[in-house]
C-alpha cells in the first residue's frame, strides 16, 4: 500500500482529498495535517510514501516544509503540491525541491485520480528495475514533471489526455499505432487523437512513420521514440 499524508489548512478539502486517495486502489490515507509544523510531524511519525502538499499554511509556507523535510533527510519522500500558487518562482521552487508533480487549484477530481494513478505506475516501474539501460532510464523519466504538469503544453493540448495518448502507444507493438486505431483505444475522436500524436512527435516523446499498402496514401503510423 502507498501511504499518503494530506497537508491542507482546509478541513473540508483536506477531507475531499483525503477521499480521493482513500477510493484509489493500492492507496492509504496516512494522516492529515493542517499547518507546516503539524506536517513535519506527521511525516515523523507516519513515514508517509507520499505527501500531497498545499502552499498557502498558517505558520510557513509549503515550501518551507518541503525545504525543511529534505534537508531533515526525507530525500526519497515524494511530494505532489496542490495550491492555487502560480507564479514562476514557487513552480521553480517546487521544482528544485524534487516535487512528482504540481496540481494548480482549482481543479477536477479526476485530475488528482490521475495523478496518484500515474505515481503508482511510477513507483512500480521504479521497483521493477534491477540493471539499468538507457531505455529504463528514458520509460522513467518520459513521464516526468514537464509532461505531466503541462508545463509549457500548447494551447487545447491537456496533460490528462496526453498521458492517456501516450499510454496507447506505450501499449502498442513496435509497429506503433494509426490516429484511427489511436482514436478507438482512448476513446477520443479521431481529429483529436491525431493533434495529440503530432503534439508528441514535435516535442520528441513519439516518432512517425509511413506504411505503404498497394494503392493510395501511406498510412501514418505512431510509436514512442
Do not use: N, W
Request: hydrophobic share 40%.
Amino acid at each position: 500500500m502507498i501511504s499518503v499524508l494530506v497537508v491542507d489548512d482546509d478541513f473540508m478539502v483536506a477531507r475531499l482529498h483525503s477521499s480521493v486517495v482513500a477510493r484509489e486502489e493500492g492507496f492509504e490515507v496516512a494522516g492529515i495535517a493542517s499547518t507546516g509544523k503539524d506536517a513535519l510531524r506527521a511525516v515523523e511519525a507516519t513515514r508517509p510514501d507520499l505527501v500531497l502538499l498545499d502552499i498557502y499554511l498558517p505558520d510557513m509556507t509549503g515550501l518551507e516544509v518541503l525545504r525543511r523535510l529534505r534537508e531533515g533527510g526525507s530525500e526519497d519522500l515524494d511530494v505532489i503540491v496542490i495550491s492555487a500558487a502560480r507564479d514562476l518562482d514557487t513552480l521553480r521552487t517546487a521544482l528544485r525541491g524534487g516535487v512528482f508533480h504540481y496540481l494548480v487549484k482549482p481543479f477536477e477530481i479526476e485530475s488528482l485520480q490521475q495523478r496518484l494513478r500515474e505515481y503508482a505506475v511510477h513507483r512500480a516501474e521504479l521497483d521493477d528495475l534491477t540493471e539499468v539501460g538507457q531505455d529504463d532510464v528514458d520509460r522513467v523519466f518520459r513521464a516526468g514533471a514537464v509532461v505531466r504538469s503541462g508545463v509549457g503544453l500548447p494551447k487545447g493540448i491537456s496533460p490528462e489526455t496526453t498521458d492517456l495518448v501516450l499510454q496507447a502507444l506505450e501499449a502498442a507493438d513496435e509497429d506503433g499505432l494509426s490516429a484511427t486505431e489511436c482514436a478507438e483505444s482512448t476513446g477520443l475522436s479521431r481529429s483529436s487523437t491525431r493533434r495529440y500524436l503530432e503534439h508528441l512527435v514535435s516535442v520528441g516523446k513519439a516518432e512517425m512513420r509511413p506504411r505503404y499498402g498497394a494503392a493510395g496514401r501511406p498510412e501514418r503510423r505512431y510509436r514512442l521514440r
